[in-house]
């Protein structure tokens, strides 16, 4: 163990990942892998991995998924491979690289699914993290939407699907490098804490190359109701039951 309070989290069917004060998983992240969920057999890439929760969770009841899981942060990566060795998930791949040097990497036009849960304010915005490792998380410092989405692009076969959550107020820049890179908006939908607040994030899927228009706009996600967790949200947390972050 290292000095940074390292644990095992509980994700639910037996699988459990390690995590530590700068290296977890929120609410978010569970939300975005239930959102992006992989068919049976899919070639997947989850960018920005992290300490790998999002790989987890969809191996956690099918490891009939190729996963590559791309992090930027030495420390995260070895993590991650621990959680991997610790779970025997041998369907997991992952990857210490930038995403945006990735010719070379991975294979292009290969995948059919490319998932990121992405750093949510702009470069130079807000309160700067002293700490390095949260820094990259929360800010646009090593990756911008342009780059994940080219990225991402360059991954996918024709027709693959692209999966990514972000805050509200960023709808329009997303909206706008996915289409500048090919990946056309086909679905969205907004998560409400509850009924009687405004949106807090959006989950969207764009297709590569697709046809444009026809964006579907799901029904929003109440992540509670009448002062307890919605009757979906126990869905999609599942067996796992505890240790998250709002």
Avoid at 29 to 50: C, E, Q, S, Y
Avoid at 105 to 126: A, E, T
């Amino acid at each position: 163990m290292s000095d940074k309070k390292e644990k095992l989290e509980p994700l639910g069917n037996g699988v459990e990942i390690y995590v530590n004060e700068f290296y977890h998983f929120s609410t978010d992240t569970i939300l975005l892998a239930d959102f992006a969920k992989p068919k049976r057999n899919t070639k997947a890439v989850d960018l920005g991995t992290g300490c790998g929760t999002i790989p987890f969770l969809w191996s956690r009841n099918d490891t009939a998924i190729e996963i590559s899981a791309v992090e930027i942060q030495d420390e995260a990566c070895a993590l991650a491979e621990r959680s991997r060795v610790h779970n025997g998930f041998n369907n997991i791949k992952i990857i210490n690289a930038d995403l945006k040097e990735l010719k070379g990497v991975l294979p292009f036009g290969y995948f059919d699914l490319v998932c990121c849960n992405p750093p949510y304010k702009l470069s130079g915005g807000g309160i700067k993290n002293p700490d390095n490792a949260k820094l990259l998380a929360r800010h646009e410092e090593s990756c911008s939407l342009e780059d994940i989405t080219l990225a991402a692009k360059n991954l996918l076969q024709f027709g693959g699907r692209f999966c990514m959550c972000q805050r509200p107020e960023r709808l329009t820049d997303v909206l706008e490098a996915m289409r500048k890179n090919s990946l056309e908006p086909k679905r969205l939908r907004f998560v409400q804490q509850r009924p009687d607040k405004k949106p807090k994030l959006f989950l969207i899927e764009g297709r590569r190359s697709a046809n444009a228009g026809n964006l579907v706009v799901e029904p929003t996600l109440f992540i509670e109701e009448n002062g307890e967790f919605s009757r979906e949200m126990k869905e999609i947390y599942g067996s796992y039951k505890e240790g998250y972050d709002e």
